[in-house]
């Protein structure tokens, strides 16, 4: 079970003169249970690529199978598929729009056609599952905090029930506190309700601490695909191409240089700690 | 008797500021106080971070630098100017710029130099300075080699740094920078971050950092911390990220380097100081405590 991206090409205002092969060949798979994070700077097609997985952008040429099936196949049920693979924008938030907190969140399972019973309940478990506190169920989202607003905008896309769930900078603009609850948050839909995360950051140490499996984009191509430790080892392809590794992975480098036996493949602090303490012990 | 003093740039006394909500009929429905009581004083050349948690204040307060926002009560002076004289609003604005979090937003030309050049030519200065302001301040921010080229082409940093040389043709004392980094990817977040230490330490402009980003304060002169509308603490970087559980309880965090050795200390490296704040200085001490070579 997963989601194969097979020769996908994406050209954006094709033949005008502006225009942009934003996907180049793109093979990749997702498999189900993956907390994939998807890195490469701006403008290099993650964004794109992204809006690929739901259908929302077709692609110029090539296929995507969801489970097995070809989502561009004439009888393919695309609505569904838009339940199954759930999409957070880069700052949600700015398309809350009802007057309360509830109804934002029944919007997306009403419009999936369920039963009034079946959205209320899942607008519950949504809004249960991003721990938002009940007393603010029914308040405007425009009172709530930005990391608030941005937990609802989340909830609005769990509560369609999604398999897989793709969120664009989650934590962009946000306070240590608040990224880091929302990706907790994340995390324990991961592994909790086995959902499918593929998490597109800036940021290196959230990458490493939360995904499993790393694609890096790098103009409109998937450059490298591999585990945290493959992909952080190569830190000088990575600077090459306007990323880097953690920073406590360059720390260990230059320990390393200066004698210490530590291990370089650490990307977290936490194994930064187990490492360095280890080195001072074993010395 | 004439006595001299060094005039702040930035000078806020009690500034409280309330978001108003009114009904359908005009009526007041609801008052939330975003700043409440703020005194601080920023010296001309000075680099100031301004930390807080989502709701603090932070943004609240630079756009009463800026005269967007005015004081409810109490007042703001910026270079000796009152914000709530609208006679002072153009001259304030020229001097003291401000640069938002989205560069998308903020970009208006189709290429870049004229983009840089819109500021100086809408308060009216003849075409060659403007010409020659544009070249200094792209410059300034190593964008002279894009001048031809269309914004929306460029990189979320390079973008950024444009919008930056807009302010910077207007020749302001001080810039505010609100969360300037927070769009962009770790390439851009250094080169806009090196930017504005640039223009700091060699234009000797003063800048006002506001960031979520732990380590861009760093190198700041002064790190203000607020919540709830109200300045919590005040030092020097060092001093700041020596207090990891206060800044835990406030919503943030502290550099990754301080974190490391903060959590070293813990499992027995008691040696360590207190306030670390580069990989660099942690590698040192390390050196200096437990190499055996």
Same mark, same amino acid.
């Given at each position: 079970m997963s989601i194969i991206l097979d020769h996908i090409n994406y050209v954006y !205002? *094709?033949?005008? !003169?502006? %225009?942009? *092969?934003? +996907? #180049?060949d793109v093979s990749m798979e997702i498999r189900t249970g993956d907390f994939l994070g998807l890195i490469g700077h701006t403008g290099s097609g993650k964004s794109t690529l992204v809006q690929h997985l739901d259908g929302l952008l077709k692609a110029t040429s090539g296929h995507i199978y969801y489970n097995g099936e070809d989502?561009? #196949?004439?009888?393919?049920d695309m609505k569904g598929l838009r339940g199954k693979v759930g999409l957070v924008f880069q700052y /949600? %938030? @700015?398309q809350l729009f009802e007057e309360d907190v509830f109804k934002d969140v029944c919007f997306g399972p009403r419009n999936l056609g369920m039963s009034e019973k079946d959205i209320e309940l899942a607008a519950y478990s949504a809004l249960k599952a991003v721990k +938002? /506190? #009940? %007393?603010?169920?029914?308040?405007? /989202?425009? @009172?709530? !905090?930005g990391g608030q607003k941005r937990r609802v905008a989340i909830a609005g896309v769990l509560a369609m029930k999604p398999e897989v769930l793709v969120l664009d900078e989650p934590t962009a603009g946000l306070d240590p506190e608040g990224r880091d609850e929302i990706l907790d948050m994340v995390k324990g839909l991961h592994d909790e309700d086995n959902i499918t995360v593929v998490l597109v950051s800036h940021s290196m140490e959230d990458v490493a601490n939360y995904a499993d499996h790393i694609v890096v984009m790098e103009k409109g191509r998937v450059h490298m695909d591999g585990t945290p430790k493959e992909i952080f080892s190569q830190t000088e392809e990575l600077e090459r191409i306007g990323l880097a590794a953690p920073r406590v992975t360059y720390m260990m480098y230059e320990l390393k240089r200066r004698g210490f036996d530590v291990d370089?493949?650490?990307?977290?602090i936490s194994e930064a700690v187990n490492s360095v303490i280890g080195a001072v012990w074993n010395a | 008797m004439y006595i001299k003093r060094v005039m702040a740039i930035v000078e806020t006394k009690d500034l409280s500021f309330d978001y108003i909500r009114r009904d359908d009929e005009g009526n007041v429905s609801s008052v939330n106080r975003a700043l409440n009581d703020v005194d601080l004083s920023v010296e001309k050349g000075e680099f100031i971070a301004i930390l807080g948690g989502n709701g603090s204040g932070k943004s609240t307060l630079a756009k009463h630098i800026n005269a967007i926002l005015y004081p409810t009560e109490g007042y703001v002076l910026v270079d000796g100017e009152n914000t709530s004289d609208e006679t002072k609003t153009l001259s304030i604005r020229q001097k003291a710029g401000m640069i938002f979090q989205n560069p998308d937003n903020q970009i208006i030309g189709s290429i870049v130099e004229e983009d840089v050049g819109f500021g100086p030519e809408n308060i009216g200065m003849p075409t060659k300075e403007i010409w020659e302001r544009v070249e200094e301040a792209l410059k300034i921010l190593g964008m002279w080699e894009y001048r031809?080229?269309?914004?929306?082409?460029?990189?979320g940093g390079q973008k950024q740094r444009v919008a930056i040389a807009g302010v910077v043709a207007m020749h302001p004392k001080c810039i505010i920078m609100d969360e300037p980094t927070a769009m962009l990817d770790p390439v851009g977040r250094k080169d806009v971050i090196r930017a504005a230490r640039a223009l700091n330490d060699v234009e000797q402009v003063t800048v006002i950092l506001i960031t979520h980003y732990m380590e861009e304060v760093v190198y700041a002169d002064r790190v203000f911390v607020m919540e709830h509308g109200n300045i919590r603490m005040t030092g020097t970087p060092r001093e700041i990220f020596s207090r990891v559980e206060e800044l835990e309880e406030l919503r943030l965090n502290v550099p990754q380097a301080t974190r490391l050795a903060y959590e070293l200390k813990k499992r027995g490296l008691s040696e360590l100081p207190d306030g670390i704040l580069t990989e660099k200085e942690l590698v040192a001490e390390l050196c200096r405590l437990y190499s055996t070579i």
């Open positions: !205002s *094709k033949g005008t !003169s502006d %225009e942009i *092969k934003a +996907l #180049d989502i561009y #196949d004439d009888d393919y /949600p %938030e @700015h +938002l /506190p #009940d %007393e603010l169920f029914y308040v405007s /989202p425009f @009172h709530l !905090s370089t493949t650490a990307t977290t | 031809k080229h269309s914004p929306m082409r460029l990189s």
